[in-house]
């Protein structure tokens, strides 16, 4: 069954037509192209399919295309802001956070979401925050770090 | 070369903004014009033959352009043993096992084929573990053995189902037994474990209507192997096939070989030119693609009272699963060094790899030096306990220093091992004093590369100073696109931005062997180094009469060609390139680098004088605590000293170690592919098969070590795979001194923990 979803992606206004049972991360991939969002399970189970729905971190593979009319949108295609990178971004590049890169589309949605929420969190906030994002790659240390750098950015910047 | 200016540099990875703004592309993510999708009907049986398959009813579903079974596909394939069908021919071996495929418009109506394709099978005996498999009385796996294509060093066994046979044999154990002090035997076992690489696995491949020429888009960490390997399977020329490799998102050995690939392929020569995508889900990527091998290790020593190793005998099961994939060479090179790096006058070692009706097990990060590790390494604590010896004074008493002869007879050069023994153990605080409960572990390694092997590369700088890479090691995560250019960089004296890495492609990079066994940026880097020289001796050519000097009296240094004491009489390197060539003109420079071996490693004694490049070495140190009601190990710091030889990018370095600590982690700790007896897994899931999460993770404490391998690029050996390979042993080792109880089997869950600690009591 067909329906007409009216949303907003990554600040535009887009009206498709969309099968109500179709995943949202199958969507985003396939039906728009932004291959920005990763599958690695569709069940919900590894965060790197993570986008914003109207501003919450969900996973995208738990999500019906049919649940998306009127809502907003944010996947990491649209994080970055213009031609300048995030700090977010920033720091996992200078730190050494990314690796193979599959699990950081949806890492970088989890941190944004955290920094949006608290600008100065612990090591602790920080690991469980992203407790639901799997990395093979890693272990996790350089990506701990880039957030405490990122998150540091953030304070300053907002104070200058 | 004199001073080094960006080798040694902790820079920045020059390829990862693609990947944070979400640009990159990778296997996964790639979609073809026109393409169709490709579904699998899998084995739902471990061991049966294959009475008949109906394929009518899916055949008529609308929008299904191909369904397919073995018998329209009679190709076989397998890295040292050609036994492994593109689809089931006449008998599935496991559960998972792909018997039918179709090709559709979309995955549902593909899906909805795939469900409408019905099998009888006809069950046989199924074993699910090696020793069972190679009982006398055990039935066939693969009945045609014998006649299977075949590389030379695969020796059979008179036992049931055993694909390969590795026999080491130095001295006289029995001997060495008879004058030791004191003789102790054991048995580990390793379980079955997955890669689980974040990215599934998927393959896309189409046939070309009117030239017949085959192409296959997939993230394969060896796309020249993969290519020759399909030359042989499909009996085409070279010049019919043709790989072009996406981005991969990890591997850690699970996306070399032939996966979905055959898939693949056997539906796009039954499309009509349509290219096919094949995507594995999470759940078929743990069952039917790759495990690593599991292993029952018998490992027997005589030792002196003070501590010196006289005899060592070791038997290792591995189990293959259901087709040979890389266990040859896993048996070979896993066994090999399994007794440990120590001096041992009396070695003998048999390994077996073992057929079962298990998930195909292969190369996985470590190559078996993680399963020897986990036996051997325990074993030394458990000698040194029994001598009133203390764990670090056995090791440094037996362990390997330059010069020494390895049990299988090389002389042993660039040997970091005793370094990283004292650093890892300085570091862990391994002489302060700890509370009852806490309990402080430590465990060595020493780990070869694939050899012989080789690798070829061209450096290519254009009139704008513009400087190329075309090299076939294939960026998996680790790093190589940034090591390479930092090597390219150094002998161009061309700052970093200056150089790009050409993406992968069997038509236009030359060849290398695989990314593969931690020897890229030893054998790459030094193919690469080459090519870059190459470039840099055509260009002092050029510029010498342009500057009116001779080519020694030229330096190179940020891009330009400059007189020595002179440095402001300089040319840019491109203004050189386009006075001499043109506009348009571009330098080409050409670089290779082969290992040979010494000796072939001789097939009745296991031995040879250089049967490996180099030497990798390492030592990890834990320190756990135990909460003894729930049996839960608690980790709090674990350190590993790793021997790199030079450390190109030492912040580069840092991260494949602690990477590599967090997966030997999870394999000491959580993870097991768990089969049961009717062959089916219970945790293919990222729900029930437990990697590491950010919380799970102790304070980690990296530390490089540089014994320079006077062969290796600036003195590089290798890194990517020993991080795992000594950290189950190490935090075994914890668990046992903080417990007063030994742990033979992985994982260390509570569960396992709880009942130890309930027997000792």
Known sequence: MKKKVEFLLNGKKTTLEVPSHRLLLDLLRDGIGLTGTKEGCGTGDCGACTVFLNGKPVNSCLILSGEIDGAELVTIEGLRCGPELHPVQKAFIEDGGVQCGYCTSGMLMMVKSLLDENLNPTEEEIRFALSGNLCRCTGYAKIVLAVKDAAKELREGSKG | ?761
């Open chain 2, 1 to 761: 070369m004199s001073e080094l200016s960006i080798v040694g540099q902790s820079v920045g990875r020059i390829d990862v903004e693609e990947k944070v703004t979400g640009g990159a592309m990778y296997g996964y993510d790639l979609v073809l014009p026109n393409m169709l999708h490709g579904k699998v009907l899998f084995s739902s049986r471990p061991h049966a033959k294959i009475r008949r398959i109906d394929t009518g009813e899916a055949k008529r579903v609308p929008g299904v352009v191909a369904v397919i079974t073995g018998e329209d596909v009679p190709w076989t394939h397998g890295e040292s043993i050609k036994d492994q069908p593109f689809l089931a021919q006449g008998k599935v071996r496991h559960v998972g096992e792909p018997v039918a495929a179709v090709a559709a418009v979309d995955e549902d109506t593909a899906q909805t084929a795939v469900s409408l394709i019905r099998v009888e099978y006809e069950d046989l005996p199924a074993y699910f573990s090696p020793e069972e498999a190679c009982k006398p009385d055990a039935v066939a796996i693969h009945e045609d053995f014998n006649s299977y294509r075949k590389a030379d060093f695969v020796v059979g066994a008179p036992l049931p189902n055993v694909c390969e046979h590795f026999k080491l044999r130095t001295g006289d154990v029995e001997q060495g037994f008879r004058s030791a002090d004191l003789v102790l035997e054991e048995r580990y076992t390793v379980p079955v474990i997955q890669h689980a690489a974040i990215e599934p696995h998927s393959a896309h491949a189409q046939v070309d209507p009117v030239t017949g020429r085959l192409t296959i888009w997939v993230a394969n960490d060896a796309p020249f192997r993969a290519l020759i390997e399909l030359t042989e399977a499909l009996e085409l020329p070279k010049e019919k096939i043709r790989l072009i490799n996406p981005l991969q998102g990890g591997g850690f050995g699970s996306k070399g070989g032939l996966k979905v690939e055959p898939i693949a392929i056997a539906l796009a020569f039954h499309t009509n030119g349509r290219p096919v995508r094949v995507k594995f889900n999470r759940q078929e990527t743990f069952v039917s693609t790759l495990t690593r091998h599991e292993a029952v290790v018998y490992i027997k020593s005589g030792v002196m009272n003070n501590g010196q190793l006289v005899a060592r005998q070791m038997t290792i099961f591995w189990g293959a699963g259901a087709y040979g994939e890389k266990s040859a060479t896993v048996c070979i090179r896993g066994s090999l060094p399994a007794p440990g790096p120590y001096r041992i006058p009396n070695v003998k070692v048999d390994g077996y790899a073992v057929y079962t009706n298990k998930p195909v097990a292969g190369a996985f990060r470590g190559y078996g030096i993680p399963q020897g590790a986990w036996a051997c390494e325990q074993h030394m604590d458990e000698l040194a306990q029994r001598l009133g010896m203390d764990p670090l004074e056995i090791r440094l008493r037996n362990v390997y220093v330059e010069g020494d002869v390895s049990y299988w007879g090389e002389r042993l050069h660039s040997v970091g091992l005793k370094e990283t023994l004292l650093t890892a153990a300085d570091a862990i605080g391994w002489d302060k004093p700890r509370s009852n409960t806490v309990g402080l572990g430590l465990a060595c390694i020493s780990k070869p590369t694939r050899s012989p092997s080789t690798s070829t590369a061209a450096v290519l700088i254009n009139g704008k100073g513009e400087v190329t890479i075309r090299a076939g090691t294939v960026e998996i995560g680790q790093g190589c696109n940034t090591i390479l250019s930092q090597v390219a960089a150094e002998e161009l004296k061309v700052p970093l931005e200056k150089i790009h890495m050409a993406p992968l492609d069997t038509d236009v990079i030359p060849f290398d062997a695989s990314t593969t066994s931690s020897r890229s940026t030893y054998h790459m880097g030094n193919a690469v180094k080459q090519a870059a020289i190459h470039v840099r001796e055509q260009l002092a050519e050029m510029a010498a009469p342009m500057l009116e000097v001779n080519e020694q009296d030229l330096f190179f240094s940020d891009g330009n060609v400059s007189i020595k004491d002179q440095p402001h009489m300089s040319l840019p390197m491109g203004d050189v390139i386009r006075r001499r060539l043109g506009t348009d003109g571009v330098l080409k420079g050409e670089g290779s680098y082969t290992f040979t071996l010494g000796k072939d490693l001789d097939l009745e004694t296991g031995h040879s004088d250089h049967a490996s490049a180099f030497y990798m070495y390492a030592t990890q140190a834990a320190e756990v605590a135990i909460d003894e009601e729930t049996g839960k190990v608690r980790l709090l710091r674990m350190v590993a000293a790793h021997d790199v030889g030079k450390a190109i990018n030492p912040l580069n370095c840092v991260a494949q170690i602690e990477g590599g600590l967090a997966m030997g982690i999870g394999s000491a700790l959580h993870e097991e592919l768990v089969i049961d007896n009717d062959g089916k897994s219970r945790n293919s899931s990222f729900l029930d098969y437990h990697l590491v999460t950010s919380l799970d993770l102790p304070e980690m404490i990296p530390i490089i070590v540089e014994h320079a391998e006077p062969e290796g690029p600036y003195g590089a050996k290798g890194l990517g795979e020993p991080g795992l390979a000594p950290t189950p042993a190490a935090i075994g080792n914890a668990v046992a001194r903080a417990l007063g109880v030994r742990i033979y089997d992985l994982p260390l869950t509570p569960e396992r923990v709880y009942w130890a600690i309930k027997q000792r009591k």
